[in-house]
């Protein structure tokens, strides 16, 4: 057997035992009885521990030396030798006695977060952020990178981003949504969102979900949507992604937009083929491009008015006592712009502002001009001033989210980086579609979904997401599109 | 670490790669999309092939060899050592060229079963079923036996039983149920079963068997109940122990029946001791006191009468067009006597006889009297001679079980077993619990759970199953407790 034969080989049993995890995982999240999760926590540990020694032993190291060498490799096998070598190298600079310590620290963050988070109490979380903080600045100095340590850790989410670059883009796009929104809540007239509030049995929520996953061509042979406290999509094997959707009693479709965007997830993933899976190259271009193809079903798609011309009837059906409301209607209630503390909650046109807020946060962490303890100030100061909201505590301030928690810094900008790249695809796609708003109202979202295949899923890890774009959409990315689509979609809802 | 700390962390890696695969097949059979099927063979192939290495691995073997030598171990050790070992020598005792071969042929094997019993036809799965008979009767070779090799196959599933002992209980019991059968169904009245037939949504029957699960104590912060195919008992891990349950729309209480069942496997599993899971001892003593403790909740409590004065209440509020049934009408109709050509269909009275039916025929393949040509008649002329009725084809004569395909030669006698010790049990619990029937009709199942928990459950594998029931009964296994009860409870139901 010749090396790359054996490559392949070692990375499909790699991906047997991370395939043994995610169900592991997904069926804690889902199903595991409560006794169960003593001894599930071990059984992970101990296969997510054989994965990751796979995926740093010298076996591997060998192949990839081998292969960086080798002539004659497919662009998928290039590739492959590409982003694997780079994680295995990632992986291997650091430190194992410093990556354990790590582990341990981290789940000793996570845990106070929640405490800290659960009493409004920054001070908890303090000394374990900062610690969290110190460990990624020690891992960028042992990645290494070229102009400041933030890109480093950037460059994990994001391949080929870099800070210089971002800034770029968010500067322009701040600079015009900050006013923007200003005008919408200041002369527009807000859309009437109560419409959709009420009373909706969760059965019949969860009915309606599964309506809209048909209705985007999310195949339930490959898949399933279960119930859970977060949604979350996950990915068991190539054939088989499935997504996990919570539901709000009061709320008609809150769930059913957690069930398009986690939907548009699994699209993504269902889009790649076998083969690149068993190359490594089965994650998407990068959690952008990944948020791109989420956003596309739950925004560009769930949120339009073609959508609700087509779904009315299915609406009205699970919910007849909505019969009064023409399409119109419900497009307009699911398109309320309202600034408000939490990112999770945010509308398409303050989504992008919380994202500033952590980004300038943690551009600040990582160049040393913010310290941990100025944190609840620096946040509270950045709400006010991008979103004219002011948290009253910690809790829904600094505190909302789990990432930092766990040391996921430079994930952020990856929330935003899918807004923009799925507008900036919308352009392209409408060029080429000219008539997509038609077929959506008639039922065909497989003319948009094939032309996601086509341009970008079965590319899986292939490219960098910078190539990528440019090569399907004919320019780097830019935060033009976002606001044109702003723009043309708020204004008239908002009678401006 | 000294040997005894190396030997258990061992067996608990094993333990851990063990329930990783018990998970995966779970979904196989429950919420597994159909696209998931292929690769999921995959990563339960791997884990298997993990797990069986580590079993009959030179570093287990080096520890086997040393605890043997060593005193001072507990009693649970040393059983451990007994448990494991045996098992470590049975498995490396077959040479891994024949394993191989022979994993390669049963797969083809089952599959030649599915088809030919979806044909009733006996040639197509008559090769197969003749090279599983000659594996089995090679294993027996490597095994090593006494007397015949049939009892190597027996003690996989039965540890310590032999064909001559096992006859000594069989022909007594055939020689006076026969003709107890016979009686039933020539002079007695059978009661009214159609009181329980009719049509019940699917839904109510898993509400109600959720509800019987209850009624015996079954934790469903331990476990779960899904619906599947065919309906089974599953480990997870030692407080995870979830059944699977399938219901038919015609019968109100089938389902009923086959939740308190895998809910009996259940709850001995759950009632192991953790530390004795950690010592390779928590699968119950064998198969067949492991069916005594499912029998004797499906049969000995289920279809009495004192279950049906307690559990009326919910049938009746789950299915109200069965409220004019008393508890007698409800006791009656789930113990009607019908000597029937399947096996998984039968009676408690004609249960045995279907087992003594493959008992007698697995004898006669391993003492070379009968050729696997020959099967279908010999099968068909001893349903006639026991229970009286003859099959028109194979699939609902010889082809009917799934076992023999599988090489599972010696593993029937196990469920014949589980009804006599469970007989045997029930008159020494109604010695030690004279108020049993009272406390069951109030409610107190605990009692009886409680009971097999300090006599049984909390043994494990500690104790072989004949010293285990000579030890709770005070006797050795003997079939006269079974037709005592038999006798007792269906000649009054059917008036004699």
């Known amino acids: 057997m010749d090396t790359l034969n054996q490559y392949e080989k070692y990375l499909r049993e790699i991906s047997k035992l991370n395939s043994a995890v995610a169900l592991l995982v997904w069926d804690q999240r889902t199903y595991i009885p409560k006794g169960g999760h003593e001894a599930r926590a071990e059984v992970v540990g101990k296969l997510s521990t054989m994965a990751f020694e796979m995926s740093v032993s010298d076996e591997l190291g060998g192949y990839l030396e081998a292969l960086e060498r080798q002539d004659g490799l497919s662009e998928a096998q290039a590739a492959s030798v590409r982003v694997v070598g780079k994680q295995y190298r990632r992986t291997k600079a650091i430190p194992a006695t410093l990556f354990e310590q790590y582990v341990i620290d981290r789940s000793r963050s996570e845990a106070a977060w929640e405490e800290a988070k659960a009493n409004g109490d920054f001070a908890l979380f303090k000394p374990h952020l900062a610690k969290m903080v110190d460990y990624a600045k020690q891992f960028a100095e042992y990645y290494g990178y070229q102009d400041c340590p933030y890109d480093a850790l950037l460059d994990e989410f994001e391949p080929g981003m870099t800070s210089r670059e971002l800034k770029t883009i968010v500067e322009p796009l701040r600079e015009k949504l900050v006013p923007l929104l200003r005008r919408l809540m200041e002369d527009g007239t807000p859309p009437d969102g109560s419409l959709i509030e009420g009373s909706f049995p969760l059965d019949?929520?969860?009915?309606?979900?599964?309506?809209?996953?048909?209705?985007?061509?999310?195949?339930?042979?490959?898949?399933?949507?279960?119930?859970?406290?977060?949604?979350?999509?996950?990915?068991?094997?190539?054939?088989?992604?499935?997504?996990?959707?919570?539901?709000?009693?009061?709320?008609?479709?809150?769930?059913?937009?957690?069930?398009?965007?986690?939907?548009?997830?699994?699209?993504?993933?269902?889009?790649?083929?076998?083969?690149?899976?068993?190359?490594?190259?089965?994650?998407?271009?990068?959690?952008?491009?990944?948020?791109?193809?989420?956003?596309?079903?739950?925004?560009?798609?769930?949120?339009?008015?073609?959508?609700?011309?087509?779904?009315?009837?299915?609406?009205?059906?699970?919910?007849?006592?909505?019969?009064?409301?023409?399409?119109?209607?419900?497009?307009?209630?699911?398109?309320?712009?309202?600034?408000?503390?939490?990112?999770?909650?945010?509308?398409?046109?303050?989504?992008?502002?919380?994202?500033?807020?952590?980004?300038?946060?943690?551009?600040?962490?990582?160049?040393?001009?913010?310290?941990?303890?100025?944190?609840?100030?620096?946040?509270?100061?950045?709400?006010?001033?991008?979103?004219?909201?002011?948290?009253?505590?910690?809790?829904?301030?600094?505190?909302?989210?789990?990432?930092?928690?766990?040391?996921?810094?430079?994930?952020?900008?990856?929330?935003?980086?899918?807004?923009?790249?799925?507008?900036?695809?919308?352009?392209?796609?409408?060029?080429?579609?000219?008539?997509?708003?038609?077929?959506?109202?008639?039922?065909?979202?497989?003319?948009?979904?094939?032309?996601?295949?086509?341009?970008i899923h079965r590319y899986g890890q292939i490219h960098e997401p910078k190539d990528l774009i440019l090569k399907v959409t004919g320019e780097s990315l830019s935060p033009s599109y976002f606001l044109d689509y702003i723009e043309a979609k708020f204004f008239p809802i908002y009678g401006l």
């Open 204 to 455: 019949r929520q969860h009915e309606l979900s599964l309506r809209a996953l048909r209705a985007i061509n999310y195949d339930f042979e490959h898949g399933r949507m279960d119930d859970t406290v977060h949604p979350f999509t996950i990915g068991i094997a190539p054939g088989d992604v499935r997504i996990t959707n919570r539901f709000i009693e009061t709320m008609a479709i809150s769930g059913l937009m957690s069930a398009l965007h986690e939907g548009g997830h699994a699209l993504y993933d269902l889009g790649m083929p076998a083969e690149l899976h068993h190359l490594g190259l089965g994650n998407g271009a990068s959690f952008g491009i990944h948020e791109s193809q989420s956003r596309m079903w739950e925004n560009m798609v769930g949120r339009s008015l073609p959508f609700w011309k087509l779904f009315r009837r299915d609406l009205v059906d699970v919910f007849p006592q909505l019969s009064s409301a023409t399409a119109e209607d419900l497009y307009r209630a699911v398109n309320v712009v309202q600034p408000s503390l939490i990112r999770v909650e945010a509308d398409e046109v303050t989504y992008n502002l919380h994202i500033m807020v952590r980004f300038e946060i943690e551009q600040a962490l990582f160049d040393g001009s913010l310290a941990v303890a100025d944190l609840p100030d620096a946040w509270n100061t950045a709400m006010e001033k991008y979103l004219g909201v002011r948290p009253s505590n910690n809790a829904e301030g600094v505190l909302q989210d789990v990432h930092w928690s766990g040391g996921m810094f430079g994930y952020f900008p990856s929330y935003m980086l899918g807004n923009l790249y799925s507008a900036q695809l919308l352009a392209t796609i409408k060029r080429e579609i000219p008539d997509l708003d038609a077929r959506i109202e008639s039922g065909d979202t497989k003319a948009l979904l094939d032309w996601t295949r086509e341009k």
